[in-house]
């Protein structure tokens, strides 16, 4: 079991966190998260992330209805990655897609 403390932040005291639906494995979108989003995501089971660009606080699905509810978090094994499982209600990418990897491949 592991705690907010043992999560490694990096300077800007963020940590990425990989958002994945919990039943089918599907990678939905990243996001970064501080302490305190971490702590509001395990006390309200909804998932927030800090902006990096707006400076503030933000959950998914505030606006749109498109929510993330927690199932899961875990932390790998260098303590500088989050795994976050949950129960997505609509879509997760802000461009209306269900995932924000919507299979637009890397080549060479």
């Known amino acids: ?24 494995g599907e990678v939905l979108m990243l996001g970064y998260m501080n302490a305190e989003a971490v702590r509001r995501t395990l006390d309200e089971r909804r998932v927030t992330f800090w902006s990096r660009s707006r400076q503030e606080f933000w959950r998914k699905g505030d606006t749109s209805g498109n929510v993330q509810h927690l199932v899961s978090m875990s932390v790998d094994c260098d303590g500088d990655t989050l795994l976050v499982r949950v129960d997505q209600t609509g879509v997760a990418c802000h461009t209306g897609s269900r995932t924000c990897f919507d299979e637009r491949e890397v080549t060479q």
Not at 1 to 24: R, Y
């Open 1 to 24: 079991m592991s705690t907010i403390a043992d999560i490694t932040f990096n300077s800007d005291g963020l940590v990425p966190a990989v958002i994945q639906q919990h039943d089918s």
